[in-house]
């Protein structure tokens, strides 16, 4: 099959330490151990609280950030093996768009600049095509073109989201990391961003890795869904199976917090106790034990390993393990 980000093992440290003269006392295991991969033309979501490390594998496969250990292939280049030269041409390929629009917008630069200032770098099309060509781009975004000339600051947040994604898509991309590109924006012109990076995906053929906390609107874009806990993909599966029958404890806890709007459907509300851990100090065996409610005395000790439940399907979890004795 065709996948055009292949991730395997991949693991990101920052080494804390303590007071000016100590050495290192210790790593914060923003990311430990994931692997996943996505098929060219879908959209993986992302999930998990703040601090679970989905924005550190966004940054890191990007290569905004080096790796601790693990493998990033983009479409079969294992991208830490690159030199800066092969990076700089491979980078209008990979885009991000990030949470806050106006915090990434040059303020002092006008619209037409800021789309067209990488097109140029990397001389995308020909000079002689260059100003119809961010016409057509400002158009496919739901931009007015006569809007070219004008600054960030005269726009409305929804609009400057899509002044960021016009700026990524300019670039012909494949793939695009898109950080919780939505969940700054009212909750109307949510529906409008995540319906403009569909339109574009068709249109362009492209690959989303969808970062979001937000499970209703991972819902609308996914194809896939991974679930991440304290730096561990703890579940994966397509969107159909994973809304339907989710496994792990953690996914069901979060899961069961949406809103149904079928009134026959009754899914228990589960609220978990306790807040999450600290990365740097993670609990023993399996990281969520301490707020599991199926914890079992072996889940303090061993950490689970990946059980593949069915095709596509995988779950970290000792409940799903048959050699566990339970
Ligand atoms: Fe809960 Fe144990 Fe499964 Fe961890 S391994 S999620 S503690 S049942």
Do not use: W
């Not at 703040?50 to 940054?59: A, E, F, L, P, Q």
């Not at 596509?312 to 393990?321: E, M, N, P, R, S």
Request: glycine letters at 6%; proline letters at 7%.
């Amino acid at each position: 099959e065709d996948y055009i980000l292949v991730v395997k093992n991949l693991k990101k440290y920052y080494p804390i330490k303590k007071g000016l003269f100590s050495r290192t006392s210790g790593y914060v295991k923003a990311i430990d151990g994931v692997s996943f991969k996505i098929k060219r033309g879908t959209t993986m979501g992302l999930v998990g609280e703040s601090g679970c490390g989905k924005t550190t594998v966004g940054k890191t496969i990007l290569r905004l950030t080096d790796k601790t250990d693990g493998e990033v292939y983009f479409d079969g280049i294992p991208i830490f093996e690159l030199d800066r030269k092969q990076l700089r041409k491979l980078r209008p390929r990979i885009q991000l768009i990030f949470q806050d629009p106006y915090s990434s917008l040059s303020p002092r630069l006008p619209v037409g600049e800021i789309i067209g200032e990488a097109v140029k770098d990397n001389n995308i099309v020909p000079k002689e095509e260059y100003e119809d060509y961010i016409t057509k781009i400002m158009l496919d975004c739901g931009l007015q073109p006569y809007h070219k000339d004008r600054y960030p600051h005269e726009f409305s947040g929804g609009q400057r989201q899509r002044i960021c994604i016009a700026r990524a898509i300019a670039l012909k991309p494949e793939f695009i990391v898109c950080d919780e590109p939505v969940s700054a924006l009212d909750v109307s012109i949510q529906a409008q961003i995540i319906n403009l990076l569909k339109d574009l995906q068709e249109k362009y053929k492209l690959t989303y890795l969808f970062i979001s906390h937000d499970l209703s609107v991972v819902e609308h874009i996914s194809d896939t869904v991974g679930v991440m806990y304290l730096g561990n993909l703890v579940e994966f599966a397509d969107k159909e199976t994973i809304f339907k029958n989710p496994l792990h404890p953690y996914t069901r806890a979060l899961f069961s917090a949406i809103p149904i709007p079928d009134p026959d459907v009754k899914m228990k509300r589960i609220i978990l106790e306790g807040s999450l851990p600290s990365p740097a100090n993670p609990p023993s065996g399996c990281k969520f034990h301490t707020r599991c409610y199926e914890c079992m005395e072996i889940c303090k000790k061993v950490p689970p390993r990946e059980i593949e439940v069915e095709k596509g399907h995988t779950v970290v979890c000792h409940l799903y393990d048959k050699e566990v004795v339970k």
